[in-house]
């Protein structure tokens, strides 16, 4: 035992262990703008639901909330019949139907509450226009998702650039939140309003060390929020993009994803 302690010792005083270099690395994220669009069963069971509603309830008093005759009235009526072929079909109650006559009375008394109430809203479009065009550079693309900045630089061996979360070293003496606050606001500008979640890191990355030194790289990664600006990118940085978790593994390499996927929302 004293031999191996000896060697162990020895072995310690002549191959010094280097210590590692740390780097510090924001996940900032712009949280989802619209609510999720209904998958095929969920607008399965709403219809569903609606259905059995619609058979248990009794009949709406329409004596009671418009006055015969009215243009209210009418409205409501053209409007019921509708919400009913949805419902249940467009067979439904076919032998119900008005005859083109009445129909023609009542278009003209539904285009007349429309001029009456001036109603000129119009649902948006649910798909950003920076979608169709593929504009990964605006903040108001993939608004049913999480999305998260990835900055590009240049490296020795890769010619298209390198993508990856915006990075840097830490300095001596300064805590690790502080580094990460401090190299996305130089690498990326002073014109976001961002938040960092916590003062503890979220994950960790440890790339293979290179060749030529013997000293290891560790990132630690945080998580960051943005509630207003836009990216303007340092001298470092070539390009950028706002990307949801999918589009993030298609740009950074193997084993930087398998480091970081866990990190990132699906949704």
């Not at 309830?57 to 019921?80: D, I, Q, V």
């Not at 249940?88 to 003209?108: C, F, M, N, S, T």
């Amino acid at each position: 035992m004293s031999r191996a302690l000896s060697l162990t010792r020895s072995l310690a005083t002549e191959v010094p262990l280097k210590r590692p270099s740390l780097y510090t690395a924001v996940i900032l994220n712009r949280a989802p703008l619209l609510t999720p669009s209904p998958t095929p069963f969920e607008n399965a069971f709403y219809a569903y639901q609606q259905r059995i509603r619609r058979a248990l309830h009794n009949p709406f008093p329409t004596e009671f909330y418009f006055k015969p005759g009215s243009l209210l009235e009418a409205k409501f009526n053209s409007e019921e019949r509708y919400r009913e072929r949805v419902a249940w079909g467009p067979d439904y109650a076919k032998g119900d139907e008005i005859d083109e006559a009445q129909r023609l009375a009542e278009k003209a008394v539904l285009e007349q509450i429309e001029l009456q109430e001036q109603n000129d809203e119009k649902l948006v479009s649910r798909v950003h226009p920076s979608d169709t065009a593929r504009d990964y550079h605006s903040l108001d693309r993939k608004g049913r998702r999480n999305v998260y900045l990835l900055v590009k630089r240049v490296e020795e061996g890769a010619p298209k650039g390198v993508w990856e979360f915006p990075w840097g070293r830490a300095q001596r003496d300064e805590l690790l939140h502080q580094a990460a606050a401090r190299e996305l606001e130089e690498k990326c500008g002073a014109h976001m309003d961002t938040w960092i979640v916590a003062r503890k890191p979220i994950g960790m990355y440890k790339p293979p060390i290179p060749a030529e030194t013997d000293r290891e790289n560790i990132t630690f990664f945080f998580k960051a929020n943005i509630m207003a600006g836009q990216v303007r990118p340092g001298k470092s940085v070539t390009d950028f993009a706002w990307v949801t978790k999918q589009e993030v593994e298609k740009r950074v390499d193997g084993q930087y994803w398998e480091s970081v996927k866990d990190m990132l929302s699906d949704h």
